[in-house]
DNA sequence: TGACTAAAAATTGTATACGATCTGAGATTG
DNA sequence: CAATCTCAGATCGTATACAATTTTTAGTCA
């Protein structure tokens, strides 16, 4: 059972999680992170309407909190609402993907030179532990959880670089890259991602901070350079379906 | 009467506002839209508290509307919820301006290179008619509407680039900004600013994208030299007495 | 059959009500 | 007198109810 320690990082239980959403604590914070792990392990397809009774009843809450959490998702990128019509899962179009893609390769590369110019070693750990279940995830051919724990890889890199700003904007760009991903994937070929991982931890082992930014860099054109940008993958699933009882 | 334009420009009359906000048109973008305005303006201090009742009472909408109005303020940053206790708005800590800063030094240069590539002779008309408007607010002494037009400077480019992701990162930046100039601003002379403006404009009349990118990247980091990251201000204004009975 | 129309069902938008929590003034005590 | 405690008022958190809008369905007519 490793699922949920991978899904914490990518969902953000360092970092104090309502600095991501704005939300305080509470019921409507927990339905967020629920429905974004759910989005993001591809259990809630792009497009998918979020009925609010129905998300309400999965997860024993009001409409009144299930329209916040909802709101507070629309914001992050991960769902979009339209007026009387209600919320969907976002599908991100064509154009989004390029552009999410271009704001990582400006940004990400900015945040890992940070991050190996303040890395410790007990981060350095950390991020060791990580790459080793993403390579184990790979041997075991579980796609879905390598690319989660691949996501997770860079979150922690924001977060070692200890700047919430960009550490806010890159959790945003990952997740929505997630979203992307599920629409867009074409290579079959992922080992090279974790070949590029592996190549960031080498820089940061050696505090190499000009190295760090220019793999990293690499590593992001690479994955944009990953997508098949013509065709678009339909959403047909249904909500108490994908989530079951316990979400 | 020409302080509605610039609002307009700051506040996002472009560019779809329920994109910034990812909320629905509708009542709760309208009173988002007004407080932003006035938290923009200095008419809000940093640290006020914006009380559910009271808001609602001004704009002539109920709690419901309200809350999910602070909520989404508080996700662009101007407006920080806490528990049990409400919202305020945002009061921005030193280490935050920093890093707003930074994050503008990065983001804002790469925008500016974008517009320069794209930028249409419509667009060189109405972004210099902008530089003029601030160039006579500077001449008048009116500071507080000639911050409200730097800011709106720096969107426009931003619209100009025609990126929305990174359009949409410049504007929350920008917006946070004003509200840390508004606690940590300490230079007087504020014409050095429209005389970067003044560069840029003649950098993107050339086309020259090289120039664009450098010249903005100074002009940032130099808006960063200005802040005085000791003192902060205090907010002790009231609510309706700021916003009056129409806001 | 196919397209159009109208009524019914489903869903969202908003207001209101009530319990929970916080805040502050005044009483109490060492 | 200062510090603490208690309780009332203010404010927030959440559920529920009803109005407005959209979506679906059933029916009608060409």
Redesign the interface.
Known sequence: MTKPVVTATLVGQKSSLHDI??????RALDICLRLQTAILEHRLAPGLKLVEDEVGEIYGASR?VV??AL??L????LV?????RGAFVAKPTI??AH??F??RA??EP?VARLAAEAITNEQLARLEAHLEAEHAALADGDMGKALMLSGGFHIEIADIAD????AR?VRS?ISRSSLIIALYWKRSDTACESHSHHALMEAFQARDADAAESIQKSHIIDLHSGLDLRKKQEGGTTLSEALGRAG
């Open positions: 959403f704005a939300l305080p604590p509470g009144t329209r916040a709101q507070a629309a914001h992050s990128g979009s609402i339209e007026k009387n154009r989004e552009e999410v271009q704001a400006l940004i900015a700047h919430r700003v960009f904007m760009l």
